[in-house]
């Protein structure tokens, strides 16, 4: 059975400071999602990725397979990017739909 | 597109109560799902649909029931509410591909009293 571990499970961070969030999982994956879930609650897709790094404005999201590891990096981070980060892996075996889903990071950045 | 929509927003029922929560997409999506978010606990996986008149169970199904009478809408069913339904309800669809994206509806706060 696949396992999603997410650190930190809470980060604080400055305005303007470079934040990583970690993702590792337990069994080879077909994809990686990353998700964010606004205070008001609405949840919406940043990334999938099944290999190397995938960039979106300020953000990043690495993964390496071999490792069965994925970060989600913010750059120049901002108080609009305060929210929860989700990561979910997806393969055959995982969950009734493929998918199993991480805790979350909530992170708040204060200006 | 609207993308994935679901009614109502916000729900109170008593214990025993029975209701719908309605999830539509209008993305033609054949994979839909729906899940539950507790404090503390990742999205779990209630119930899924691969396409029309095909559903299957996922992680917690018990309390639930779904239909898919077309490639549109999802409804889930809670048959008699209990408080330990109480939580956040996510409905999802994604075009069917082993790692499509996901698209989540905006969600529904149910409280059980």
């Known amino acids: 059975k696949n396992e999603v571990e997410q650190s930190p499970q809470n980060l604080t961070a400055q305005e303007g400071e470079f934040i990583t969030i970690n993702c590792s999982y337990s069994?080879?994956?077909?994809?990686l999602h990353w998700l964010q879930q606004h205070p008001g609650g609405g949840i919406v897709s940043l990334f999938m990725l099944s290999s190397g790094k995938k960039k979106h404005g300020r953000l990043i999201a690495t993964i390496n397979i071999q490792e069965k590891h994925s970060s989600l990096h913010i750059t120049a981070s901002h108080p609009r990017d305060s929210a929860v980060y989700i990561c979910a892996s997806f393969h055959t075996g995982g969950g009734a739909d493929g998918l199993t889903f991480g805790k979350g990071t909530h992170l708040i950045i204060q200006p | 597109n609207a993308g994935v929509t679901q009614t109502p927003k916000f729900q109170v029922l008593k214990t025993g109560q029975s209701m719908t929560l309605q999830c539509a997409q209008d993305m033609n999506h054949e994979y839909m799902s729906w899940y539950r978010q507790d404090p503390g606990m990742g999205l779990r996986l209630i119930h899924y649909s691969v396409g029309a008149g095909i559903t299957d169970q996922g992680e917690v199904p018990n309390g639930y029931n779904v239909s898919r009478s077309t490639t549109e809408d999802f409804p889930l069913r809670l048959l008699s509410a209990a408080p330990s339904q109480t939580s956040v309800y996510f409905c999802a669809s994604r075009a069917g591909g082993l790692a499509d994206t996901q698209y989540f509806g905006p969600g529904t706060r149910l409280t059980v009293l």
């Open positions: 069994v080879g994956i077909s994809a």
